[in-house]
């Protein structure tokens, strides 16, 4: 256990660049980018497991706190926003990080 989480953890991450107006998840377009493109977008994992991604998301299952997902190949001149979404799989508590 790592301060108060037990493994495995659930995630979702939502990726966007950011806008000057309005919400930049809800405007990203697939002209941006699209992560599920492994050649653009490569992802280095350790200890985790059904990494799944599609459009502007990753999901996957962190097993343990040794875990690490990173994944690159984002415009280096823009800022890149996350949102996070994840659930300890013991005890189905949801917890979303806005």
């Known amino acids: ?28 377009d ?6 599920a493109d492994e050649k653009t977008h490569s992802r280095s994992c350790i200890d985790v497991s059904d990494v799944k991604a599609d459009l502007n998301f990753v ?3 962190l097993n343990s706190e040794i875990s690490r997902i990173s994944i690159s190949g ?11 979404r994840y659930q300890e799989v013991s005890d189905g508590a949801d917890i979303e990080d806005n």
Request: glycine letters at 4%; aromatic letters at 20%; charged letters at 30%.
């Open 1 to 28: 256990m790592v301060d108060g989480f037990r493994f495995p953890i659930d995630c979702k991450v939502f990726l966007a660049y950011a806008t000057a107006v309005g919400d930049a998840f809800k405007l990203w």
């Open 74 to 84: 984002f415009d280096p001149k823009r800022r890149l926003e996350v949102k996070v």
């Open 30 to 35: 697939a002209a941006d980018f699209w992560v």
């Open 59 to 61: 999901s996957f299952r």
